[in-house]
């Protein structure tokens, strides 16, 4: 058994195969976070290309509804609010529920997304319905435990994870760094399948100077620019403190954060010259991005990191701890600043250089979009069509005829 793959398929398609999908997830669209906006693409993507996806989610509220298109529609399950997330939920226990969902639909394979109670419900269901399954470890939650006085909890998460994770067939992750941690860790088949960008919609060109204007902002005072959770595991403050020592330097600077979460309030009241937009999406998000001049992402529990890639496209620099997208992606000192891992000072010195360096933020600029247009979502697309062809049940196959043909296929188990 592969202990970890390349972001494309070792296994050619010799032609092409459409699937019966079941994705579950316990967040997507219209939530705003990084794992439900590449689900939504990704999902739309599949369905656009011709194959059917029926897709398990927690009503997200008492105006929910499950929506519906040609080869698409929305399962909603019960669930409930996660604290301190109160625009997110988890979905409840549904193991028996999904069963008879999984037997009636009959899907050739089923992509559980997010690992909570729905998740482990969903894992459990294949099992009993002979139907192979494949992961996805899209989020550090052990991690976040360190930052929410959990940390007697980290081994008790950690241990769930993996647990849950080598009862599927393989589990994808989108950067190498974490595919090969995992590995190490003892999971047992892990693929890395890498993200997109839509260069069309991020792009230079959204530069908005009445935005700018909007801000109380000129064309030659430098913008800082954060995008994402403002919450103590995005590690927001260093953010802030490194825009502080860009100050001393700049006094005119100044810096945009773009988003929400349990530290905005504190933050914006300590804070009171830093200017809070709050959630952004579609072409707002895409003229804030192309609207600064730095973005500053010292965030160190991604798996990926999807603004690193949105800030790229959209022609900003970007300094980011070299792991997770940015460590794909960015160039040090060509298309971005890779500080070490966790190393606070070289975050604020490297972000100062480029702050006091116009002629060395225009040529990053220019490379980071020329990377980023690399990027594509039919790159994405393709990698997880190889996938599902490589696990699903075979063409017209039925739980007795999988079993057979597959006796060494690792599904899910109680």
Sequence with gaps: MRSRFEFESSIPSKEKRFFRIIVVTETYFPEINGVAKTLYRMVNDLVDEGNEVILFRPKQGLKDYARSRSG?????????????????????????????????????????????????????????????????????????????????????????????????????????????????????????????????????????????????????????????????????????????????????????????????NTLEKSNSDLIFVGLKTGEELAKHYASGDLFLFPSMTETFGNVVLEAMASGLPVVAYDYAAAGCYVQHGISGFLPGFGNDQEFVDMSCVLAGNSVLRKRIRDKARRIAMNCTWEKVTCALRDIYGEFSLPINGNTKAKQIVFPALRIAET
């Design 72 to 264: 698409y529609k929305e399962i909603l399950m019960s669930g409930c609010r996660i604290p301190m997330y109160s625009d997110m939920r988890f979905g409840f226990p549904a193991r028996q529920t999904l069963k008879r969902h999984f037997e009636r639909e009959k899907p050739d394979i089923i992509h559980v997304i997010t690992e909570g109670p729905l998740g482990w419900s969903a894992v459990c269901a294949a099992r009993d319905s002979g139907i192979p399954v494949v992961s996805d470890f899209r989020t550090n939650f052990h991690s976040y435990t360190n930052y929410y006085r959990l940390g007697f909890a980290r081994i008790l998460v950690e241990n769930y994870l993996k647990r849950l994770h080598n009862r599927t067939a393989i589990t994808l992750t989108p950067s190498q760094d974490v595919a090969d941690l995992l590995s190490k860790k003892g999971y047992g088949n892990v693929r890395r399948v890498s993200r997109g960008i839509d260069t069309e919609l991020f792009h230079p060109a959204k530069r908005d100077r009445q935005l700018r204007k909007s801000w109380g902002i000129s064309d030659e005072q430098l913008t800082v620019i954060y995008v994402g959770r403002i919450a103590a595991e995005k590690n927001v403050t260093l953010a802030v403190r490194t825009f502080r020592k860009i100050q001393e330097s700049h006094p005119e600077a100044k810096m945009i954060l773009v988003g929400d979460g349990p530290k905005k």
